[in-house]
């Protein structure tokens, strides 16, 4: 039946202008606008607050990372605290010049900003004063007197200090218990068994007329293999303090270069505020803006500090959020036109079949949006590079990507792709798993996985892949597609594994480095100091190398390297007794040397040495020798050995997964071997191992101008 499409009524003639916005024929309209503006203020009001609770959240995240700087500051002198406590605990007794290299590789004014002295305390009864001034005077300080006069049950002496200028040497023999503020964090730190801090004080340095508010920072030092459970026992126990004084205002300096800083703060040592606790303070003077204000009462090594944060117009014009409201007077300027049409819509009926006609055409554009979308989805995908796949549960067919065949080795798409043909591609050992995964998402879930699984290349190379897939299922929850996208991590895999290789490595090469040290300590002075400087620079050497940046390129100690071979060999020689071993050092009679790369070369030679010692048999000679030729150096060792236990181990001298395995004998010569390896990669050398019955040679050759 054909229906006459209605025309709309005619507008009484008396109803125009503002009488006919008024009338009942617009009441729609006034009621979208009534039930719009409470929504509408609502945003506006939801909105200011969002801005002023962002604005308050901003400058929190601001106050804790300034609370985060200051902790952290405290934890880099605490962090040298612990590297004087191993030096002072692997040594018997400490001179002052040992003292001095030491602290003088630290290199204090470059990483320690703010220091003023880092030195050592020893703890005394006062009938043992005597003997400790004699003590000091002999190691070199004459004029060493403990300060100031008087006689007490203890002393708390300094005895070592750097670096060496006429304030420090003003402070040795200072005895720390004479003074309230620094006695009390001394028997703090001794009775709790760490590190502790002092108040605000003026530091010893700076004489009567100090001014500049100091911490100090103590870590008491035991006897050895003294039971520490109680207070009592640590007491009884205590034989000294590394300590570590520095000005506040020199380490804030550091930490904030410009004058003017984000936030204005106050860093009191108690709760109370006081003028006398003050330890440092920034203040711009200038605040237009919002202000916003924090108080955080902190407890660091068991003293109060207290921090007063405060914004300032630095901080409020850089970093919070400015409301915008033109979002809002967008959305007012829409309510008007939503009124205005609503009222044309509502005051001129007839309009129908044009506005008919205007949807189909936003209806026409929304299609065309859809098949644009489309196109771009297709486009990001091919651009993406991933190698995406889709399986058709219902039929079985699949479909594959150019990217996908492309990242396995083909040359195009190949004929009836299947299922299958991706599971030909896994490794045998990882195909049970893949039908696991995929078994389980299809009765259980999730629509969404992501795994990793290693594939077979065309040309033979394993490829490390991550796949991506998205289950699709129809209303009744029966699956219907599987979709995916494989991502190459080949690369990635393999630089996590080198990385945890040269780890294992460091922790190798640091334990023998300071094992060698230790014993060099009790049999030559010259070999020790070299090793010394070796163990920091060989330290900083994997630091560098963790961490991606350029290497140390020499030990800061430059000793004879061939007056120094021979001497390593003597200072083992008790551990080879021990072993039933004898060395033998064939001096070079040649006129040439080395040229750079000494730390390099020791580390090299002692790995080579270590591994020797532990495959030699025993009763049995290690013959060592160097030579110098025109633009090479070459260095041998040749041993008796087991044969068959010697060719067990070079079979799988590969097996880089001894690497993860406890610290046995047979695991450190793996660890060795692979080191020179790696010492032999840095110098560019040639290292052979020839085997034969019960010999064995190791051979190494270097090429230099």
């Known amino acids: 039946m054909i229906q006459r499409t209605l025309l709309p009524p005619q507008l009484a003639p008396e109803l125009k202008g503002r009488r006919l916005w008024l009338s009942r024929h617009n009441a729609s309209s006034w009621l979208v606008m009534a039930l719009i503006l409470p929504f509408f203020l609502y945003y506006w009001f939801s909105y200011s607050q969002q801005i002023t609770n962002e604005q308050q959240e901003i400058f929190q995240q601001h106050a804790d990372a300034l609370e985060l700087n200051l902790k952290q500051r405290l934890q880099h002198f605490e962090f040298l605290l612990g590297s004087g406590m191993a030096f002072v605990t692997s040594s018997e007794q400490i001179t002052q010049a040992e003292w001095q290299r030491f602290v003088t590789g630290l290199d204090l004014d470059k990483h320690y900003s703010g220091i003023q002295a880092f030195g050592l305390v020893n703890y005394r009864a006062g009938k043992d004063i005597a003997a400790l001034e004699q003590q000091i005077r002999a190691d070199g300080v004459s004029d060493f007197t403990v300060h100031p006069a008087g006689e ?3 002393y708390a002496v300094v005895t070592h200090i750097q670096p060496q200028n006429n304030k420090n040497s003003a402070v040795l023999g200072y005895d720390m218990l004479t003074n309230p503020l620094r006695q009390r964090t001394a028997m703090r730190a001794a009775s709790l068994g760490g590190i502790a801090i002092t108040p605000r004080i003026l530091l010893a340095q700076d004489g009567s007329n100090a001014v500049d508010p100091g911490l100090v920072l103590v870590q008491p030092v035991y006897k050895a293999g003294a039971e520490l459970l109680s207070a009592e026992q640590k007491i009884n126990a205590l034989q000294g303090f590394v300590y570590a004084a520095f000005r506040v205002n020199d380490m804030m300096t550091r930490l904030w270069h410009s004058a003017q800083t984000e936030l204005d703060f106050s860093w009191y040592s108690s709760a109370q505020q006081a003028p006398s606790d003050l330890l440092f303070q920034r203040q711009s003077g200038q605040l237009d803006g919002p202000a916003f204000v924090m108080h955080k009462e902190l407890e660091w090594y068991g003293q109060p500090f207290w921090l007063q944060i405060s914004s300032n117009d630095n901080f409020v014009n850089n970093y919070l959020p400015v409301a915008n409201y033109w979002l809002l007077f967008f959305l007012l300027l829409m309510m008007l036109l939503l009124f205005g049409l609503l009222s044309r819509v509502n005051l001129r009926r007839y309009h129908a079949e044009l506005l008919q006609q205007e949807l189909q055409q936003q209806l026409h554009a929304q299609y ?26 219902s039929t079985g067919d699949a479909f594959y990507s150019d990217n996908w065949w492309k990242l396995f080795g083909f040359a195009g798409p190949q004929q009836h792709p299947t ?40 040309q033979g190379q394993i490829l490390s892949v991550l796949m991506q897939c998205q289950l699709l299922r129809d209303a009744d929850g029966s699956a219907l597609r599987l979709s995916g996208a ?24 640091i334990a023998a480095a300071v094992a060698s040290c230790q014993l060099l300590l009790q049999k030559d002075a010259a070999v020790a100091g070299y090793q010394l400087a070796h163990l920091h620079w060989l330290s900083q050497q994997f630091c560098q190398l963790i961490s991606g940046a350029e290497p140390v390129q020499a030990v800061p100690v430059r000793l004879d390297f061939m007056l120094l071979m021979p001497k390593l060999l003597q200072a083992l020689g008790p551990v080879a007794i021990q072993q039933q071993l004898h060395l033998v050092w064939r001096q070079s009679q040649s006129p040439y040397g080395l040229a750079g790369h000494e730390g390099v070369w020791w580390q090299l030679c002692s790995d080579l040495l270590l591994l020797a010692m532990s495959l030699a048999n025993s009763n049995s000679s290690i013959e060592v020798g160097m030579e110098f030729y025109p633009g090479i150096i070459s260095w041998q060792a040749e041993l008796e050995v087991d044969a068959e236990q010697t060719a067990n181990f070079l079979a799988t001298q590969t097996n880089i997964a001894m690497l993860d395995g ?17 010492w032999a990669s840095v110098l560019g050398a040639e290292l052979n191992i020839k085997h034969e019955q019960q010999k064995l040679w190791f051979y190494l050759t270097v090429r230099q101008s």
């Open 368 to 393: 065309q949006q859809l098949i644009a979308n489309e196109q771009r989805q297709a486009l990001a995908l091919k651009a993406s590079q991933l190698a995406w796949f889709e399986f058709d549960l």
């Open 662 to 678: 406890p610290s046995t004998e047979s695991n450190n010569r793996y660890c060795a071997l692979l080191a020179a390896k790696h």
């Open 419 to 458: 299922e299958q043909t991706m599971l030909d591609l896994l490794l045998p050992s990882e195909r049970d798993i893949f039908r696991h995964d995929i078994q389980r998402i299809l009765a259980s879930g999730p629509e969404q996985f992501s795994q990793r699984y290693q594939f077979m290349h065309r």
């Open 486 to 509: 494989l991502l190459d991590q080949t690369h990635q895999v393999s630089q996590s594994e080198q990385q945890q290789q040269l780890m294992r490595l460091c922790q190798f090469e």
């Open 152 to 154: 007490r049950p203890f």
